[in-house]
């Protein structure tokens, strides 16, 4: 069967107290938005329409990047969640296949529930995911015969006798795409909100004879985000979830707790992370490689066996091979470090290729922007770059070949060639001494005047 899947992204979201709209506010280095997406992608969706109204531009923007193959349909008023879901009408005209609604604000909806989502849809026209709530406060209450589903009652517009109910509403829903379009058409909006409720299909459908089900799941994975409360605790609900996976899976946590990771973040068996490492979103770490203390990792890739840390700084297209060595306040960016390379102590690596076996020097720094351009510096294997080395990029060191320390580099070195640039050194006999007698008086004198 051939899914769509809609995300409702369209709300101001009030309570954030705002500017950015509420599903661009980050959750494990990612927009909210993002989660759905990935959400989303469990049912290998065939197309993915995100309904967006409130800070339209900036949400069109993020789904490019997260979701490049999504369409992006406006909603200019937000008259409620029934009439979210019409505006992805247009583009699902011809859709013959099964329909998934989301909420771009609830970020954990599992593989595992989409699944369950998608089998239990053999057995019922329409299915609504919904959980038993500790406090079911404001959700919307399931009302239920046997297994059937027969309405949902929203909390503003339910008795005292549905207010009861703990079965709630999650808001995920799934049917045959064009029965849902079929059955929103006849909503209407007389109700406590004014709002065309998504929820009203059920008891439509059920009126004209069709079935509904619930499949439940954890009320965790339904948490959505309203509030700054919210999103903190959220944050904290994920990443006690990715470090307890960590664990699982043979990932090494000195102080889970002190370790941050994004949404994406993929360590391979018997990796040590240790204490107070910050995850940004696309990194992979291979097995047995070791992220030492106070490291900051983003869009980079670390091969087996490598060394990053302490206080080192991954940035965006760093590649570590295998058993690369990056030691402490050492920044790499966009730079591909080969086999067993080490760049030990204070550097900066951008925009460079570094080959195998090469050892760049303490305080080495690729000079690599000349104020309007980025320029690259080629590095060969088995290359000695003394300590201090500025290489004035677009610069390149041949094989086996050594710069001398403090060596200011803007013409290419040929392989096993040796380049010193530098300022010549010349010894004055005594002068130490003597300059340190003439200081003495000098201070003597100065003292004597103040007096
Ligand atoms: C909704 C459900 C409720 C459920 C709860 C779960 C309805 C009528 N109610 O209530 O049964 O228990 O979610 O969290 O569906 N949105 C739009 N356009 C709109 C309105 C909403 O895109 O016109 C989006 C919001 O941005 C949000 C989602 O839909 O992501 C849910 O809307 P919200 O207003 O938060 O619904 P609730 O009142 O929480
Ligand atoms: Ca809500």
């Not at 109204?53 to 937000?78: I, L, S």
């Not at 053999?122 to 209450?141: I, K, M, T």
């Not at 030990?344 to 922007?369: E, Q, V």
Request: hydrophobic content about 40%.
């Amino acid at each position: 069967m051939s899914t769509a899947v809609v995300i409702l992204a369209a709300g101001k979201g009030t309570r954030m107290q705002s500017d950015l709209p509420k599903v661009l506010h980050p959750l494990a280095q990612v927009p909210l938005l993002a989660h759905a997406i990935r959400s989303a992608r469990f049912s290998d969706p065939d197309h993915m329409v995100i309904v967006a109204g409130h800070g339209f531009d900036r949400v069109v923007k993020a789904a490019n990047t997260f979701a490049p193959d999504a369409t992006v349909v406006e909603q200019t008023e937000q008259l409620g969640t029934g009439h979210a879901v019409a505006q992805a009408k247009s583009q699902l005209a011809d859709f013959d296949g099964d329909m998934i609604v989301l909420y771009g604000d609830t970020p954990f909806i599992s593989d595992t529930t989409i699944e369950a989502i998608t089998a239990a849809r053999a057995n019922a026209d329409l299915v609504v995911l919904g959980f038993h709530a500790a406090d079911p406060g404001r959700y919307g209450r399931l009302v239920t015969q046997g297994d059937r589903l027969e309405r949902i009652v929203e909390f503003k517009d339910a008795t005292d006798a549905e207010r009861a109910i703990t079965l709630c509403n999650s808001g995920v829903m799934a049917a045959k795409a064009q029965d849902l379009f079929a059955w929103i058409d006849q909503i209407d909006n007389s109700n406590a909100s004014g709002e065309y409720y998504l929820t009203d299909c059920v008891a439509i459908a059920v009126s004209q004879g069709k079935t509904a089900t619930v499949v439940l799941c954890d009320e965790a994975e339904t948490l959505g985000v309203n509030s700054r409360a919210e999103l903190a605790q959220a944050e904290t609900a994920f990443q006690a979830k990715m470090r307890a996976d960590m664990l699982e899976n043979g990932v090494t946590l000195y102080a889970p707790e002190s370790v941050y990771f994004s949404y994406d973040t993929a360590i391979g068996r018997d990796c040590l992370i240790e204490q107070n490492v910050v995850f940004g979103p696309d990194v992979t770490v291979e097995s047995g490689a070791t992220i030492r203390a106070f490291s900051h990792l983003e869009g980079c890739h670390v091969s087996r066996d490598a060394v990053v840390g302490p206080y080192a700084r991954l940035r965006p297209g760093a590649e570590l091979s295998e058993g690369v060595k990056i030691g402490n306040f050492v920044e790499v960016k966009n730079a591909l470090i080969g086999e067993g390379s080490k760049v030990n102590h204070l550097s900066y690596i951008g925009d460079a290729d570094i080959g195998k076996g090469s050892n760049i020097g303490a305080g080495t720094i690729t000079c690599n922007y000349d104020g309007v351009m980025k320029h690259r510096t080629e590095i060969g294997d088995n290359v000695f770059v003394g300590s201090n080395t500025m290489l004035v990029a677009p610069v390149s060191l041949g094989n086996n070949s050594m710069t001398a320390s403090g060596s200011v580099i803007t013409k290419d070195v040929a392989a096993t060639d040796l380049a010193i640039s530098r300022a010549e050194q010349s010894n004055k006999k005594g002068m130490a001494v003597k300059l340190f007698e003439m200081l003495k008086k000098r201070k003597a004198k100065r003292d004597l005047e103040k007096s």
